[in-house]
């Protein structure tokens, strides 16, 4: 399994409890992924809740843990290595790493930001925990999902130098793609006044296609007072059916506005589209925030197309295993033995719900597929997870076992109970490595050499 996020984690709880054995390697040192280093810093108890069951998964004897090792083509095992292991599958459960880009002007500028780095980093993720994000006054954040609630979340209520943000959507008010309870968190922030203009500009392009502008003001706004959180003094606002066209710098470099496109409506097919109309428009900002979904790791090694790995085009509802199967477009076969699932089959598709789903369906789907198959006997299985380990011990830099994930919580438990935190996390690997070490001399303890 590779990728130890909430997908890897659900779908080898499917694979325990149908009598297999799992090796996860996972690129980060802790395990969780998203449910780990995705949600809101803020929200403990959900967090705590996945923890806890995922502490489960991996004290099961059946699993074998690699943190802070990574498989792919620029990693410290190769795909094609691991194939010749002799394992019965290989899935991977990676998520999406990748960035996506709209390959515009000046989107390499000083202040241009993509979400997922952004959260990783106010979520104590190494390495990006590390980086320095230059964060101006005035924020635009592309996009209109539940990410974009995030983003604004965290510059508005736990930055608090930023004084406006400004969410571009080049979809209508209609289209908004956000969890009404998330947007619960910013919604003290949103200046309703120029809410409520800004769909009432709209009102000729949404009537044009049969929307009710009355009614989207009814929704999207309150006359209620909304109190705004003593730590927060920033507003946010809405900019609909604008399509991001160029990143405008000053001679520094740094940002200093954003071009976007204007666009219309168009009913096509019962079915409502934006369409650039050519009229474009400076927004003065000092920060761009891209919230617009993330694409695969394309040096995993798997056939990549168009943000994706490419997954058996031959699906008819009688192989329930062959939407996760890989294909290979240049050989027109699929890949033996190899799946993907999660993140890894549909970037940014969903929460940790829907990839637990997934991986529980595609889990099962594998299995079956597998019961064809001759089961490996129990002196092979054995033998198998005896030479994977000693070629993660030859290939890694400094492995960290479930053994001392154990010993890593436990240390970051000690630091937030003393500090009266409801949480805490280390910000670098280095400082990780020698939290566990300092565990092991307290609890005068080592790790199994046969974990």
């Given amino acids: 399994m590779i ?12 694979f325990l409890d149908m009598g297999a054995s799992v090796v996860l390697f996972n690129r980060d040192v802790k395990p969780g992924g998203l449910a780990e280093y995705g949600i809101f810093p803020t929200k403990y108890k959900m967090k705590e809740g996945l923890r806890k069951q995922f502490r489960n998964i991996l004290a099961h004897e059946r699993v074998d843990y690699y943190g802070h090792f990574s498989i792919g083509d620029k990693g410290d095992l190769t795909l094609e290595e691991l194939s010749a292991l002799g394992l019965n599958a290989i899935v991977v459960a990676a998520g999406a790493q990748g960035t996506k880009r709209l390959g515009i002007e000046g989107e390499d500028a000083i202040g241009v930001i993509h979400a997922k780095d952004l959260v990783y980093h106010y ?7 590390q980086r320095s994000f230059p964060i101006g006054k005035r924020v635009a954040i592309i996009g209109m999902g539940n990410v974009m609630i995030d983003i604004a979340h965290f510059l508005l209520r736990l930055r608090q130098n930023v004084e406006e943000v400004v969410v571009v959507a080049r979809r209508g008010p209609a289209e908004r793609k956000y969890d009404i309870k998330e947007y619960r968190y910013v919604e003290p922030f949103v200046d309703q006044d120029a809410l409520r203009q800004e769909i009432e500009r709209l009102r000729p392009a949404l009537e044009a296609v049969g929307q009710d502008a009355d009614a989207l003001i009814a929704s999207m706004t309150t006359t209620t007072t909304l109190e705004q959180p003593v730590e927060g003094s920033g507003r946010m606002m809405f900019r609909f059916l604008a399509s991001p066209s160029r990143v405008l710098a ?9 071009e976007v496109e204007e666009n219309q409506l168009v009913l096509r097919h019962d079915r409502v589209s934006p369409v650039g109309t050519g009229q474009r428009v400076e927004l003065p900002v000092d920060t761009v925030i891209f919230a617009i979904g993330d694409r695969v790791d394309e040096t995993i090694g798997l056939p990549y197309s168009r943000d994706a790995f490419i997954t058996n085009p031959e699906v008819d509802g009688t192989a329930p295993v062959a939407p996760y199967q890989v294909y290979d477009p240049e050989h027109q076969h699929v890949l033996a033995h190899t799946y993907v699932i999660g993140w890894s089959r549909k970037a940014s598709d969903g929460l940790v719900g829907k990839a637990k789903q997934d991986a529980e369906i595609g889990s099962t789907a594998i299995c079956q597929a597998l019961a064809q198959e001759p089961a490996p006997a129990v002196d092979t299985l054995v033998d198998r997870r005896q030479a994977i380990r000693r070629l993660v011990e030859e290939r890694s830099v400094h492995l960290v076992t479930k053994t001392e994930i154990t010993l890593l919580e436990q240390a970051e438990k000690q630091i937030a109970a003393k500090q009266g935190w409801d949480d805490f996390k280390f910000d670098s690997n280095e400082v990780m490595f020698k939290a566990i070490e300092r565990q092991k001399t307290a609890s005068g303890c080592g790790v199994p050499s046969s974990e």
């Fill in 123 to 129: 979520n104590h993720l190494p390495p990006f925990s």
């Fill in 250 to 258: 000053d001679a520094d470099g740094r940002v200093c506005a954003l």
């Fill in 3 to 14: 990728g130890a996020g909430p997908a890897g984690l659900y779908a080898t709880k499917k």
